[in-house]
């Protein structure tokens, strides 16, 4: 009997290394990142319909219908094929909007995925990849499901497997305006490129985020709870921002930091993964 509802999650993204080596033309930034997973996220819950209809529970707060990468996904989706099924999607909503921990394009991702799934359309990760890129840059990594070394607009993919240790990950309580950040004058766009293996070989210690000495300028906030981080645990700003990382070897230790934080602070722990959750769900 085919599946007629799912329940999938959408997954964490964080950036453990981001370069900014140039500007093209048409504004965007030539980026060098990499790209792993979290066993954290939101969950969708998708249901198909023998009708038209797409319904999305529930609303999110400060974002239009049409601009919601759900609907978009799935509205591009049943365009493309031209399948006349519909589906209800419930949204169990756990990342912050605008965190750096791409749960917008999670979200479109697990819905491309699962719609595919449930109205048996057939489509290729690759053809489901290139769908996600036209709705976000981090949209094609969640569709390919591994941990990942990116290159272009964040679209240029290669599987690596990276370090799994544990995180524990801040959110500030501000939105990071990621044009702001990447229109500040003194943000650095000049990192010289380097390889795949040269980023690899380097490890942990080495990666930084160019965006972080801009959004430590123009969010105090941020600056300050990377400050209180680094001063306990290797510490670094996923994305633009806003939420920040620190890195422990065992969850003993993520525990014990969890515990140490000042009061009021919003923090969870996760696991780094190299193989998205996503993936392992519709597997199963």
């Known amino acids: 009997m085919a599946e007629t509802r799912l329940v999938l999650p959408a997954?964490?993204?964080?950036?453990?290394?981001?370069?900014i080596t140039g500007?093209?033309?048409?504004?965007?930034?030539e980026l060098q990142t990499l790209f792993q997973f979290l066993d954290h996220g939101d969950t969708l819950t998708l249901c198909r319909r023998d009708d038209e209809s797409l319904r999305l529970t529930p609303a999110l707060a400060g974002v239009a219908?049409?601009?919601?990468?759900?609907?978009?996904?799935?509205?591009?989706?049943?365009?493309?094929?031209?399948?006349?099924?519909?589906?209800?999607?419930?949204?169990?909503?756990?990342?912050?909007?605008?965190?750096?921990?791409?749960?917008?394009?999670?979200?479109?991702?697990?819905?491309?995925l699962g719609l595919n799934r449930l109205w048996r359309l057939g489509l290729s990760l690759d053809s489901l990849a290139e769908l996600g890129l036209a709705l976000?840059?981090?949209?094609?990594?969640?569709?390919?499901?591994?941990?990942?070394?990116?290159?272009?607009?964040?679209?240029?993919?290669?599987?690596?497997?990276?370090?799994?240790?544990?995180f524990v990950v801040v959110q500030p309580g501000v939105t990071v305006s990621t044009p702001a950040v990447f229109q500040a004058p003194e943000l650095t766009r000049d990192t010289p490129p380097i390889t795949m293996a040269r980023a690899?070989?380097?490890?942990?210690?080495s990666w930084r985020n160019d965006c972080e000495p801009t959004v430590r300028a123009l969010y105090p906030e941020v600056a300050r709870i990377l400050d209180w981080l680094h001063a306990r645990?290797?510490?670094?700003?996923?994305?633009?921002?806003?939420?920040?990382?620190a890195s422990l070897d065992r969850e003993i230790d993520a525990d014990a930091l969890l515990a140490e934080m000042p009061a009021g602070w919003h923090a969870f722990k996760a696991?780094?993964?190299?193989?998205?959750?996503?993936?392992?769900?519709?597997?199963?």
């Open 271 to 284: 696991r780094g993964l190299n193989r998205s959750p996503l993936h392992d769900a519709l597997d199963r």
């Open 200 to 205: 690899l070989q380097g490890g942990a210690a």
């Open 136 to 166: 976000g840059a981090d949209v094609p990594v969640f569709v390919h499901g591994h941990a990942a070394w990116a290159e272009g607009v964040g679209e240029r993919l290669t599987a690596v497997d990276l370090d799994t240790p544990w």
């Open 23 to 29: 500007r093209r033309d048409d504004g965007y930034h």
């Open 233 to 245: 645990a290797p510490a670094m700003l996923t994305g633009t921002g806003a939420c920040v990382f």
């Open 65 to 112: 219908a049409d601009d919601n990468l759900i609907l978009r996904a799935a509205r591009q989706l049943r365009e493309v094929t031209g399948t006349r099924h519909g589906a209800d999607l419930h949204l169990d909503k756990r990342l912050p909007l605008g965190g750096g921990l791409g749960g917008g394009s999670s979200d479109a991702a697990t819905t491309l």
């Open 11 to 19: 997954p964490a993204k964080l950036n453990r290394l981001l370069h």
